[in-house]
């Protein structure tokens, strides 16, 4: 049971590095330090609404396998 853990694990970390890495945000580092403020965009659509779905179920069952894995 705890090598299948541990073993998911890692699956959803790779799966969730890779949903993150692809996600598409204009602007880049210019965007974090105030720069490209000028653009907001609160509603998501089509595929990024989808992955960012993904991503949030992604992340959820990645800390829900690290719970499990730290009480098993």
């Known amino acids: ?3 299948a853990l541990m073993i998911s ?3 959803l970390s790779v ?3 890779l949903i993150i ?3 598409n945000r204009d602007g ?3 965007a ?3 720069g490209a403020t000028e653009r907001f965009q609160a509603v998501r659509r089509g595929p990024e609404k989808v992955i960012f ?3 949030v179920v992604l ?3 990645f800390m829900l396998n690290a719970v499990l894995l730290v009480v098993l």
């Open 1 to 3: 049971m705890n090598s």
């Open 9 to 11: 694990q890692v699956v």
């Open 15 to 17: 799966l969730l590095t």
């Open 21 to 23: 890495i692809s996600q």
């Open 28 to 30: 880049g580092m210019s």
């Open 32 to 34: 974090v330090m105030g």
């Open 53 to 55: 779905v993904l991503t």
């Open 59 to 61: 992340a959820a069952l």
